[in-house]
Antibody
Framework: EVQLVESGGGLVQPGRSLRLSCAAS????????MQWVRQAPGKGLEWVSG????????GYADSVKGRFTISRDNAKNSLYLQMNSLRAEDTALYYC????????WGQGTMVTVSS | IVMTQSPATLSVSPGERATLSCRAS??????LAWYQQKPGQAPRLLIY???TRATGIPARFSGSGSGTDFTLTISSLQSEDFAVYYC?????????FGQGTKLEIK
């Protein structure tokens, strides 16, 4: 079964860091670009970051540029999002998704930034 | 690139046709996807390449457009189609979503 499973979310204080992980299974991970997309409670979807299959091209939303870092380990079939200097407005459900037009999504991991 | 969807809310009766619009602030060619999201669920890809249905998507869903103006049409609404719909451009980083159109039962 093709599957993405996110982990690493939780409650964190403003200014602190968190690292999200996304474990892929059921497909050849290094054939695909990957994305992180977030959704604040009751709000719409916001694209966060994307990475090509070989990490040769990476993009970030302006709202996270300089604070978040996307990476992948194809040997471990895993995608990561290092989030530094977290703000209250980063509170959201974070999804990882396969491909530029995302056909497979995880169920998300919740990040809450609050003191 | 700013993606603007209209209307914000669309009220349609089951069996009728629904037309949702998405406009890009600059050309995205055909690098446009449509997603459906129901409460408590992850988004589901409906259309990519502006007009290609994703695997398993019923034929009542169709997409059209290129450049800056795009349309998602649902030809005969079923009860399971009432949800929020998002467009997304994936032409250039940073990719961007529209704010969504809520399709509700009339």
């Amino acid at each position: 079964e093709v599957q993405l499973v996110e982990s690493g979310g939780g409650l964190v204080q403003p200014g602190r860091s968190l690292r999200l992980s996304c474990a892929a299974s059921g497909f050849t991970f290094d054939d695909y670009a990957m994305q992180w997309v977030r959704q604040a409670p009751g709000k719409g979807l916001e694209w966060v970051s994307g990475i090509t299959w070989n990490s040769g091209s990476i993009g970030y939303a302006d709202s996270v540029k300089g604070r978040f870092t996307i990476s992948r380990d194809n040997a471990k079939n895993s995608l990561y999002l290092q989030m530094n200097s977290l703000r209250a407005e980063d509170t959201a459900l974070y999804y990882c998704a396969r491909r530029h037009a995302s056909d497979i999504w995880g169920q998300g991991t919740m990040v809450t930034v609050s003191s | 690139i700013v993606m603007t969807q209209s209307p914000a809310t669309l009220s349609v009766s089951p069996g009728e046709r629904a037309t949702l619009s998405c406009r890009a602030s600059q050309s995205v060619s055909s690098n446009l996807a449509w997603y459906q999201q129901k409460p408590g669920q992850a988004p589901r890809l409906l259309i990519y390449g502006a007009s290609t249905r994703a695997t398993g998507i019923p034929a009542r869903f169709s997409g059209s457009g290129s450049g800056t103006d795009f349309t998602l049409t649902i030809s005969s609404l079923q009860s399971e189609d009432f949800a929020v719909y998002y467009c997304q451009q994936y032409s250039n980083w940073p990719y961007t979503f529209g704010q969504g159109t809520k399709l509700e039962i009339k």
